[in-house]
């Protein structure tokens, strides 16, 4: 069966501090692989996703990047965070093709910025 | 633009009563529609999807599709304390990504 890890799974850092999220999955081959946030209050955001090592389409500008190094790996990161980069960081995978591509989440990280 | 609107909440049942969900949606190319549940401080888990007009039951869920009205519900009958949780509702267009709802929070009291 396949499993989906995220660490750490929670992190304070200071404001200007950079910043890496790790996302594995196992049990599968070649997924598409999420990043999303979730701000207190606010719904899921989509900021990343990926089709494939190294292929990787930004849905909403910001101080975030991320990378696809491996099939099954997937890292968030930014060089200095912001007040406003705090929330619940989900990572997510689906496998790829049909029309019922469901994606199941990983466990999140809590990420508190001061 | 892709909107997905979930019913303002929160939502309170007693137990044992029926949970009525809603959902509505506005790109009428949607072909495929998901429930998750989240519980505080967890991530989401899929509950239930559906594709076609119609219902779908999974044990006490049952997720109702009428896309001429373009809305998704989810009713969770016989409630329990444990269904106390905030469901999000999910579209998809094909070969795109899903838009989520906000979610809409249930209480189920004892």
């Known amino acids: 069966s396949q499993t989906i890890h995220q660490w750490p799974a929670t992190l304070v850092q200071p404001v200007g501090s950079p910043l890496s999220l790790e996302c594995t999955v196992e049990?599968?081959?070649?997924?598409?692989l999420y990043w999303y946030r979730q701000a207190a209050g606010r719904g899921l955001q989509l900021l990343f996703y990926?089709?494939?090592?190294?292929?990787i389409s930004s849905e909403v500008p910001q101080n975030l990047s991320a990378s696809r190094p491996q099939d099954r790996q997937f890292i968030l990161s930014s060089k200095k965070l912001l007040l406003s980069d705090s929330g619940f960081y989900l990572c997510?995978?689906?496998?790829?093709?049909?029309?019922?591509?469901?994606?199941?989440f990983g466990p999140g990280t809590r990420l508190l910025v001061l | 633009q892709k909107e997905v609107e979930q019913n303002s909440g929160p939502l309170s049942v007693p137990e044992g009563a029926i949970a009525s969900l809603n959902c509505t949606y506005s790109d009428r190319g949607s072909q495929s529609f998901f429930w998750y549940r989240q519980y505080s401080g967890k991530s989401p888990e899929l509950i239930m999807f559906?594709?076609?007009?119609g219902d779908k039951e999974d044990g006490r869920f049952t997720a109702q599709l009428n896309k001429a009205s373009q809305y998704v519900s989810l009713l969770i009958r016989d409630s329990q304390p444990s269904d106390s949780a905030t469901y999000l509702c999910a579209v998809r267009i094909a070969n795109s990504k899903l838009t989520f709802g906000k979610g809409i929070t249930l209480s189920v009291r004892p």
């Open positions: 997510a995978w689906s496998e790829r093709g049909g029309r019922w591509e469901t994606q199941y």
């Open positions: 559906i594709y076609s007009n």
């Open positions: 049990g599968t081959s070649n997924p598409n």
């Open positions: 990926s089709v494939g090592i190294g292929q």
